[in-house]
């Protein structure tokens, strides 16, 4: 007899918010107050320039928008952490990552079916697999792909250095953008199983229905930008060259203004 798929599921505008007995709480919480929807669309806007100009822009926007309480800022690698580390440091916040992947679909990987993160939550996306008709079975061996690669990153990024404190204080999750929400969602679970309770999601650009399903899920969700005609994150960027390990290493480097390190 097979054993049954260790997926979660996703469904629109939801992320999976933990489980009991094997059933995943979809539940949302309520919605917090009205929020700054963002530039809804394309004229006037400035592209930016790179990640790191989106994170100060991105801080700014935070600071506006959101009474941060002991905040701690969380980069999704590789690109989220350029962007993650400017806003940390006009935060004065502490830096680090929350390691999650996409699982994508067979002859299409940029097409995300699903996601893994830390603490193993793995996702499915169930319309998805429908509609490209990939099995369960299939799935659960492409995310076995990408969990051995999650915890690649994680020994390379953290070691043995365990993730800040994240109850009772505002975690900031930050990506370089936004298009599904796959890699966010299971992102999201990952630190609620961590106990994190205050979750802002931060990007400086997403697609306006992605941001917006997830605006009853975290605390507050900042986005400068959500351009009705999205496409692509990368539109968005003058720069968006691929993010490096070496790169985020650096990002989570102390600075050392002695040179003593």
């Known amino acids: 007899m097979r054993e049954p798929s260790r997926a979660g599921t996703l469904r629109s505008g939801a992320v999976r918010r933990g489980s009991r007995d094997g059933v995943p709480d979809l539940r949302p919480r309520p919605r917090p107050r009205s929020r700054p929807k963002g530039t809804d669309g394309v004229s006037g806007v400035r592209p930016y ?20 309480v002991d905040p701690v800022v969380l980069g999704l690698p590789r690109g989220g ?19 999650a992947r996409k699982v994508g679909a067979p002859g299409h990987e940029e097409l995300g079916i699903g996601a893994v993160a830390e603490g193993g939550v793995r996702l499915a996306d169930p319309s998805a697999l429908r509609t490209l008709g990939v099995s369960e079975a299939d799935f659960d061996r492409r995310a076995d792909a990408e969990v051995a690669e999650l915890d690649r990153r994680v020994a390379a990024y953290r070691g043995d250095r365990a993730l800040p404190r994240l109850t009772g204080r505002h975690v900031v999750l930050v990506d ?12 999201i679970a990952a630190l609620e199983r961590l106990g994190a309770d205050r979750i802002v999601l931060a990007v400086p650009v997403g697609a306006p229905d992605a941001a917006a399903g997830f605006e009853a899920l975290v605390e507050r969700v900042v986005c400068p930008i959500r351009p009705a005609e999205f496409r692509a994150v990368g539109r968005w960027y003058d720069r968006f060259d691929q993010t490096s390990d070496a790169e985020v290493l650096a990002a989570l480097t102390p600075d050392d203004p002695d040179g003593t390190a």
Do not use: C, F, K, N
Not at 81 to 99: F, I, K, M, T
Not at 177 to 187: C, F, K
């Open 81 to 99: 952490v350029p962007v993650a580390a400017e806003v940390a440091r006009r935060l004065g916040a502490p830096l680090d990552v929350l390691v």
């Open 49 to 68: 320039r790179d990640r790191a100009e989106a994170g100060r822009r991105l801080a700014d926007a935070l600071i506006a928008e959101v009474a941060l």
């Open 176 to 187: 370089d953008g936004l298009a599904t929400g796959v890699t966010a969602s299971a992102a």
